[in-house]
């Protein structure tokens, strides 16, 4: 009787998901962060189809974007490949238990026995370089889904400039990699376009009296990739930021650095949260940061952390790189090349992460998202009924959610 019972609620179930008029039952699925989207695609097939779909995945990302729901951020490492639940660490849930912290990680790959570099992350996709035989890896650690993408012979192992991010204007995903040894002074940049699903090289000169510190990933902000540089065009030279915007394919100076007192040299580049965020200290007893949210030369700089790290025991000259910042305000730092940390600047102490240390670990932040690395550019009917003004639905909505 009773198991009568529990088949009888479940086609009930499922006849009551089917029942929604399809426009008021994408903007309820819309509404719902990433792990309660996860658990409703198996409520039933028109459900899963519904949330599968590259249109809504794009509107639930535009929704995480404009605030309309609370993001679910993580940050990803190599060798091995985990994900940390930095905020777990910090008095979350499940904080106590390690494999809640951290996750194991093992994407479908074409050849598993190379090492793998950390390109960048965007929209929720990360980007790893296959070291060996020059191919990707395009990952989502969230949905698990990985695409294999092809080697080149335009590219470069040995090249000194990569990034990866995303171009509005053609609604794109591209690698990026200068590709000789020096920068961009030889003006050829590789592109690798996951619409197309192809290579190609352009033209991308940087102007002579600019010029990059050194190798390194761009870091991805408002439709470009970012680099510290240097502006030698007067008698001393001047911090710059560098950057290559994706929809024009053009590289540019973008703001000068702040300007401060002392002999401070800036070490990298980041985000927190909308902005821009640059540092110093990395090598130091003392961490400085800078953030800005305008874009431009024009752009003003607010300082945003001056404190010791001298509570971080036999690092002291160890290269401490910030990855994230949790909400109750301590910085989650990668020290040296193997070990992930929170550390708190109020009281100068820290907490180490529980993952498995290795040499040269390389660490990104990413957004929970169903972006999928496999992009279906026909058009979607979902996206358009996401977009559009859905009316009477909208009262209904409020009724539901009240």
Partial sequence: MKGAFAESSGTSASAVAESFAEDILIEILLRLPIKSLGRFKCVCKRWWSLISDRGFAKSHLERLKAGDIISSQRIFKTRPLET????????????????????????????????LELVGSCDGLVCLSVMGYSGFVLYNPTTKKCRNLPSSDHFRPDGFLFGFGYDSRSDDYKIVQSKGRNGFEDAQVVIFSLKSGSWRTTQAKLESHLCLYERGDGVYWKGALHWCGLDRSKEKAEDVIISFDLSEEKLQQLLRLPEVNGDISFEGLGV???????????YKDCFQAWITSEYGKGGSWTKLYNFTTEGISGYSFWRKIPVAYTRSGKIVFQVDVYRTIMFNPEDN??????????????STIYMETLISPYLDYEPSRIYSLCTSGLGLNVLVLSFLFS
């Fill in 349 to 362: 102490t820290y907490k180490d992460y529980p993952t498995q240390c290795r040499h040269d670990v390389e």
């Fill in 272 to 282: 927190h949260g909308a902005n821009l965020f640059v540092y110093h200290g990395s």
């Fill in 84 to 115: 940390i639940n930095y905020e777990l660490l910090d008095g979350g849930i499940g904080g106590e238990d390690d494999r809640a912290v951290v996750k194991f990680h093992e994407p479908r790959m074409d050849d598993s026995s190379w090492p």
